[in-house]
């Protein structure tokens, strides 16, 4: 019995002394951190009771205002105003530590910043919307408040203030220069027609079939609820794709969003079961699920590939006036310019399998959407010689920018195989450049454009020799 119970005791110290060594362990941890550990709770009661009397670490005396789940959209995400918004839980020492350096933040930005508090600990869904794994977490709600940055400065009164006007100042350069930041920022919503939501085009359950079933363009839609943070998230980077897309598809692709709350038979209709869902639509077409990445890159690079996919090879254009040379090089990021050998020199079979080369390239890189271009060698000579290529070694190749003005030269062979090499080097933003001779595309001349046939050697007028004395070409003139 003695020996049970010695037994006993021994384990019970041994299970004390490593429950002691975890708790130290753990402590040692969080004190490295400088956060309290969301998790804790497994030995809470315990501790716990040392701050069983403190329901909040702040009072409404305080200039540090108090932030629920029912307040928390209507004050932060809904201002205009920046705040400084500190997550914490009541046991947390690093939180009763922090607490006199926030509410003196708190009054010294009183009128310039808004400085919150959110007890996490009792409001646990706004933590998580928020990432909160640990206290204190402080997070600042700047221009965009869908993208929350993290506070990773000190945790002395003076650091937070010079934080906090650090973020104003460049809140304030941003409105100077125009970028408000995404469109679900300070008060603007869906509901509220925020000015860069213009391109994201609202449907419902009337105009739903007019606009996408019975269309020709190709649709991405995406079904949210208002409510639901991860669509509040998805908002602005869908507002600015849509814009970027309309651009670059002239339209081709489309992007729209339908409220699934509102407009239920649709909801209904496409099985949307959950927030935010992405389905897209083409004529002919069952609606495929969107399940790429949801920042504006992504999107974009989606909505690209659809167009390409569905868009006819690029035009392969005769440079036979300025207005050709102009409107293609400005209107795409480059234009590819080949410069063939006379018709003479080849003949209609032989400059066709040139334009042949050049047509396959073109849809092989026709995501890439740039222009393509084509002279007869001779016919532009002051375009010749501002892109290097100087009146020999036809066939020839340019790539140009018209934007910085810059083009590189295809130095392999005109085959698939060369330019195919030459073209990828460019795509990956490889390959040696130059300045445009001059700065600037020279005077383009007008010409006739080729009619498809073989060339015919110019007509020599016929001599009559009858009239010349052959005798006197036996004299020698002096």
């Avoid at 009054?107 to 998580?128: M, P």
């Avoid at 213009?198 to 105009?207: C, F, G, M, P, W």
């Avoid at 496409?270 to 869902?277: A, D």
């Avoid at 035009?315 to 400005?330: A, G």
């Amino acid at each position: 019995m003695g020996g049970g119970h010695g037994g006993e005791r021994a384990a019970r110290g041994r299970r004390g002394g490593a429950g002691r060594l975890h708790r130290r362990r753990l402590r040692e941890l969080e004190a490295a951190m400088g956060v309290c550990a969301a998790g804790r709770l497994w030995w809470g009661i315990v501790s716990c009771t040392l701050f069983l009397a403190v329901n909040g670490l702040y009072s409404a005396s305080d200039d540090v205002i108090e932030l629920t789940p029912t307040n928390f959209n209507k004050e932060v995400i809904q201002s205009e105003s920046l705040w400084l918004v500190e997550f914490y839980a009541p046991w947390c020492g690093h939180c009763q530590r922090l607490t006199p350096e926030w509410k003196k933040a708190a009054t010294a930005l009183k009128g310039v910043v808004k400085v919150g508090a959110v007890d996490a600990d009792k409001h646990q869904s706004l933590g998580g919307q928020y990432g909160v794994r640990g206290f204190p977490t402080i997070k600042i709600f700047g221009a965009n408040k869908n993208k929350a940055e993290d506070y990773q400065g000190g945790r002395t009164s003076d650091a937070i203030v010079d934080a906090a006007l650090s973020a104003v100042r460049s809140l304030v350069k941003e409105r100077l220069s125009g970028r408000s930041g995404g469109y679900s920022s300070g008060k603007q919503s869906r509901e509220s027609g925020g000015g860069d939501k213009k391109d994201v085009i609202e449907l419902t359950d009337d105009s739903f079939d007019k606009n996408v079933i019975n269309s020709d363009d190709v649709w991405m839609v995406e079904f949210y609820a208002p409510w639901c943070g991860h669509c509040k998230n998805l908002e602005p980077e869908w507002a600015a794709a849509a814009t970027e897309v309309k651009e670059q598809t002239k339209g081709k692709v489309k992007l729209a969003a339908v409220d699934a709350t509102v407009n239920q038979m649709l909801a209904s209709r496409y099985g949307i079961r959950g927030f935010p869902t992405i389905k897209i639509f083409q004529k002919g077409e069952d609606p495929v699920d969107y399940d790429g990445g949801r920042t504006r890159s992504d999107i974009i690079a989606r909505a690209l590939d659809l167009f390409s996919d569905n868009a006819p090879p690029p035009e392969l254009l005769e440079i036979i006036s300025e207005d050709v040379l102009k409107s293609t090089c400005d209107a795409h990021q480059l234009c590819i310019i080949s410069v063939l050998p006379h018709i003479l020199d080849t003949g209609a079979s032989g400059r066709n399998s040139y334009l042949d080369v050049m047509l396959k390239m073109a849809e092989k890189y026709k995501k890439k959407m740039w222009g393509w271009l084509w002279a007869e060698a001779g016919a532009q000579s002051d375009l010749e010689s501002s892109l290097g290529i100087g009146g020999f070694g036809y066939p020839a190749m340019a790539a140009v920018n018209a934007r910085k003005m810059k083009f590189a030269l295809l130095k392999g062979s005109f085959s698939e195989q060369g330019i195919n090499e030459f073209l990828r080097e460019l795509s990956v933003g490889r390959g040696s450049t130059a300045p445009v001779g001059g700065g600037a595309f020279p005077k383009i001349h007008s010409v006739e454009p080729w009619d498809g046939k073989d060339g015919e050697l110019p007509v020599e007028d016929d001599i009559d020799l009858s009239d010349v004395d052959l005798d006197d070409w036996d004299k020698d003139e002096l």
